[in-house]
């Protein structure tokens, strides 16, 4: 059983628009949510995370929002650029714990020129 | 060094086979985490070691996977015996103490067994 479902394998969208990331996660005890970006042949890179006190933190382009009630967590990035096409990963954690993150699948986007 | 560096980049071995993959943290990083990627899969964790701290082998997936971790620094992950559903990217992360913050990736090595 997955902890953390990333249901879109991928996402295409028109450079200069927004793109939405989702990811849902089973478990309330969860309290660190981040977002990692992935290039080909390169290891994943962070991009932003998010504490279960807040639910929105932003920057520049990109914005994550936590839905604690409905476990859900997502990525905007706006606008969208050709170089943010990569493969998108939420994680989770615990707050204080040893740092284990619990990942998702992955969703692949790609922005169009 | 400036970054994590793993090595090999890529490997491919016999099914049967045991394999080697080294992961040189960064400098001074206390935290070292090993997961793979296995074809459309997540991120799954393997290992995590902590300075002097017995390692969490809690995500090994069987007794063929052993890792160690030599002064606090170099680690290797050894797969005796490899299987066919071996085949993945392991990828090695390290930071600089407890928490979330500031895990940085290699780039990974790609253990492919035919």
């Known amino acids: 059983d997955q902890q953390v479902k990333q249901n879109s394998p991928s996402l295409s969208v028109q450079e200069g628009r927004i793109s939405i990331l989702n990811c849902d996660y089973t478990?309330?005890?969860?309290?660190?949510f981040l977002w990692y970006k992935k290039y080909p042949a390169e290891g994943p890179t962070f991009l932003i995370s998010?504490?279960?006190?807040?639910d929105k933190n932003e920057d520049g382009r990109f914005t994550v929002f936590l839905n604690k009630s409905a476990k859900h967590l997502s990525l905007h990035i706006v606008p969208s650029q050709p170089g943010d096409s990569a493969v998108y990963f939420c994680?989770?954690?615990?707050?204080?714990?040893?740092?284990?993150?619990?990942f998702g699948q992955g969703t692949t986007l790609q922005v169009k020129p | 060094g400036a970054g994590v560096s793993q090595s090999p980049s890529n490997k491919v071995t016999e099914k049967g086979k045991d394999v080697e993959l080294r992961c040189d943290p960064i400098?001074?990083?206390?935290?070292l985490y090993w997961y793979r990627q296995s074809l459309g899969q997540g991120l799954e964790f393997l290992i995590y070691?902590?300075?002097?701290?017995?390692?969490?082998k809690s995500g090994l997936p069987s007794d063929r996977f052993s890792a160690e971790r030599t002064g606090g620094s170099v680690s290797t992950l050894t797969i005796q015996r490899t299987q066919q559903e071996d085949s993945a990217v392991y990828l090695c992360?390290?930071?600089?103490?407890?928490?979330?913050?500031?895990?940085?990736f290699g780039s990974g090595t790609r253990l492919t067994v035919v």
């Open positions: 478990n309330s005890m969860f309290d660190y």
């Open positions: 994680a989770v954690s615990t707050w204080g714990n040893t740092g284990k993150l619990i």
């Open positions: 998010i504490s279960s006190i807040k």
């Open positions: 992360a390290s930071k600089p103490g407890q928490g979330t913050y500031g895990y940085t």
């Open positions: 070691f902590q300075g002097n701290s017995a390692p969490d």
């Open positions: 400098s001074g990083h206390t935290a």
